[in-house]
């Protein structure tokens, strides 16, 4: 039987009730301080989006309208060029693994599309994956896997410790870093449209749309190096910000409760 309360243990027990005035006194105090609180939370939550949109807006302005980040480099726009993913290197996805070859404890830890980027709740043994990642397609330490399915779009930097990643779901493109190096790839998969490739929402990212995606990027692997380290300093920044917003959301949540419970304390 699942635990639960008793109706009847709910009407046996004493509440304390203030004189009506008081009552009245009490529920004045708590609205004016409320709407108080209620508009610290809005400007809270305000600056919260701002601080993401403006690394967003950083973002899109680096790969949507590449002039800038020429600029900013301090570069020409000569040294910069247009290809396809599918023109920077091959994409690729581990060899399919079956549900009955999963586990849910065991020796390495197998990535579904649920769970990429999180904790993994499968797992396959020790000797799959040495067979499958010395046969089949695996990525190398700093390869960008991405969602393909689902949630378009998502992205971990591959760390090279023991992992499997479920096949189709999960793709890279194996690119060569003498043209692009991963870090430049992996702000650009940020940015990236990925509803452009079909002109709606999609579920899906077929191997063929990712191939056709556009990528601008300078020649120079030490501009792109530059990119990338401002790239990252401003997403630290904004990583500060949020933080910082979404502890004072949790502390006026607190101080809320805190409130209510000197309320019916009889301590306002």
Excluded at 19 to 45: G, Y
Excluded at 69 to 91: F, N, Q, T
Excluded at 101 to 129: L, V
Excluded at 132 to 145: C, T
């Amino acid at each position: 039987m699942k635990p639960g309360i008793n109706r009847n243990d709910v009407y046996s027990i004493e509440v304390q009730i203030p004189p009506l005035p008081e009552q009245q006194r009490i529920v004045k105090i708590l609205n004016e301080i409320f709407a108080d609180v209620a508009k610290a939370k809005e400007n809270a939550e305000k600056n919260l989006q701002n601080a993401k949109e403006l690394f967003e807006s950083y973002l899109q302005s680096v790969f949507a309208n590449p002039s800038s980040a020429k600029a900013s480099a301090g570069r020409p726009g000569k040294d910069w060029e247009e290809r396809k993913l599918g023109d920077i290197g091959k994409v690729s996805m581990c060899k399919r693994v079956f549900k009955h070859q999963t586990t849910k404890t065991g020796d390495i830890p197998f990535y579904k599309i649920g769970t990429f980027g999180k904790e993994p709740n499968a797992y396959i043994s020790n000797k799959i994956y040495n067979e499958f990642r010395k046969k089949f397609s695996f990525p190398k330490k700093g390869d960008i896997l991405i969602s393909a399915s689902g949630t378009i779009g998502r992205r971990v930097k591959y760390d090279g410790e023991p992992a499997y990643f479920q096949d189709s779901n999960i793709v890279w493109i194996d690119n060569d870093e003498n043209q692009i190096i991963n870090d430049y790839l992996y702000h650009f998969y940020g940015a990236c449209n990925w509803d452009s490739t079909k002109g709606a929402t999609i579920s899906r990212l077929y191997n063929d749309n990712l191939k056709q995606i556009k990528i601008a990027f300078p020649k120079s692997l030490s501009e792109q190096k530059s990119i990338v380290a401002k790239l990252d300093a401003l997403s630290a920044e904004t990583k500060k910000l949020e933080a910082i917003y979404k502890q004072k959301l949790a502390n006026l949540e607190e101080l809320k409760k805190s409130i209510l419970q000197r309320a019916f304390a009889g301590e306002l």
